[in-house]
């Protein structure tokens, strides 16, 4: 039996960006739709009841959600990675975060930290 294989998307949102990833998500689901959606905890439950997408959640940021996807970076199962940051914010699991982004560099994995970049990359064939 043959096994659906879809690149997988990770969608992350600080609190104060959450508003614009699932604004991102709606006027992108029908792109969004043709991958596999992984996300952290809250931000994947918004884009389930918002956006109305089949999500795959980990855990909370700032309880182990960040360094869960940012292991399926380094193994290979991430296409890209959607962290939309609050650059003014104040983040108590920011060595999470910040392993998240070496991560996806260290692993030449795409990765938006803005909507203006997300959109760029699934507009793009690369994925």
């Known amino acids: 039996m043959m096994t659906e294989s879809?690149?997988?998307?990770?969608?992350i949102a600080h609190d104060g960006k959450k508003a614009d990833m699932v604004a991102f998500a709606l006027e992108n689901k029908e792109v969004l739709q043709?991958?596999?959606l992984v996300?952290?905890?809250t931000t994947g439950q918004m884009l389930a009841e918002k956006a109305g997408l089949a999500v795959q959640r980990f855990l909370s940021g700032p309880i182990g959600g960040d360094v869960q996807i940012a292991a399926l970076?380094?193994?290979?199962?991430?296409?890209?990675v959607?962290?939309?940051v609050d650059p003014l914010g104040k983040h108590p699991h920011d060595p999470d975060i910040q392993g998240l982004l070496r991560i996806c560099n260290a692993h030449d994995v795409p990765?938006?930290?803005n909507p203006a970049t997300a959109a760029f990359i699934i507009s793009s064939k690369a994925l």
């Open 34 to 36: 043709r991958y596999k």
């Open 73 to 80: 970076v380094a193994e290979g199962k991430i296409a890209a």
């Open 111 to 113: 990765l938006a930290t």
């Open 39 to 41: 996300a952290t905890s």
């Open 6 to 11: 879809r690149p997988t998307l990770a969608l």
């Open 82 to 84: 959607f962290f939309f």
